[in-house]
């Protein structure tokens, strides 16, 4: 008999807002809350789930794309929002009236049938994080936001059946694109966003053999199209048409991703 143990879905991921839901038979959880309580409440429905269903929110760091809904989403459904204590002081009282709900620094945590651990990226924010959750067999690793990719946050992601990593420019259309040349860089400092080739180069190092659904997030809109980061990490991956051992799916600010379904016998 083959049962459904996850449901991984990136509900979002930009400049616009980013949540990432991930949900088993018997918990189901948003890492970061950076859309509308309308917005997520509408989104969620396209997987399936509702917002009463929501156990708990996540929080990576407390830029508003990440955190906007995470608010009024609490106090309407009853639902605890974690972050690290430093992420909770840079939020201050932004969010409202709510409870924050504090978790370890770069130390693994149990949520009911997850086993969640935060680990230290490279990002402009107080203490961002990225996180790997596992379930069962299964692990699913995420780094969203960050400037670059240090060997302990490789180590981190390693063996991940599921990865959500950050595609977030093309360093060509940044360098000739638009944007004032302080913003341009901070996006290419070590506490920015990661290219397109910088997350190519780490994926390559995170194969890991067998079956993997790649992610590819926070596309920009001005500085990258979706068919530049595709290309990018299909080139570097050696990806064919008849590939089995990994499939690599795009995000998206308007709309929801492709929805991963893990499997187990």
């Known amino acids: ?41 509408q989104r969620l429905l396209l ?24 608010g009024l989403l609490s106090r309407i459904s009853n639902i605890p929002v974690f972050a690290n204590i430093s992420t909770w002081d840079a939020i201050g009282g932004s969010l409202g009236d709510l409870h924050p ?37 299964f692990k699913i690793g995420m780094a969203t936001d960050l400037g670059f990719i240090s060997q302990p946050v490789i180590e981190k992601l390693k063996g991940s059946d599921v990865l959500i990593l950050e595609t977030n420019h093309d360093l060509k259309m940044l360098n000739k694109g638009s944007y004032p040349e302080l913003l341009k860089k901070r996006i290419r400092s070590n506490c920015g966003h990661l290219s397109n080739t910088e997350a190519a180069n780490a994926l390559s190092k995170l194969k890991n053999g067998h079956k993997q659904n790649i992610f590819l997030s926070h596309i920009s809109r001005e500085n990258n199209t979706p068919f530049l980061a595709l290309s990018t990490v299909r080139n570097k991956l050696g990806y064919k048409e008849n590939n089995k051992d990994f499939f690599i799916h795009l995000t998206h600010q308007d709309k929801i991703s492709d929805i991963i379904e893990l499997t187990q016998v």
């Open 1 to 41: 008999m083959i049962n459904i143990s996850l449901r991984i879905c990136v509900l979002g991921s930009g400049s616009s807002g980013n949540s990432v839901f991930i949900g088993s038979s018997h918990t189901k959880i948003l890492i970061d809350a950076g859309f509308s309580l309308k917005e997520l409440t």
């Open 47 to 70: 997987v399936d789930a509702k917002i009463s269903e929501i156990d708990a929110v996540f929080i990576t760091h407390e830029h508003i794309d990440h955190v906007s809904g995470a």
């Open 101 to 137: 709900r504090i978790f370890p620094q770069d130390k693994g945590f149990h949520f009911r049938d997850f086993y969640l651990e935060p680990f230290s990226v490279s990002h402009d924010s107080a203490m961002p994080v990225g996180f790997t959750v596992n379930h069962k067999k």
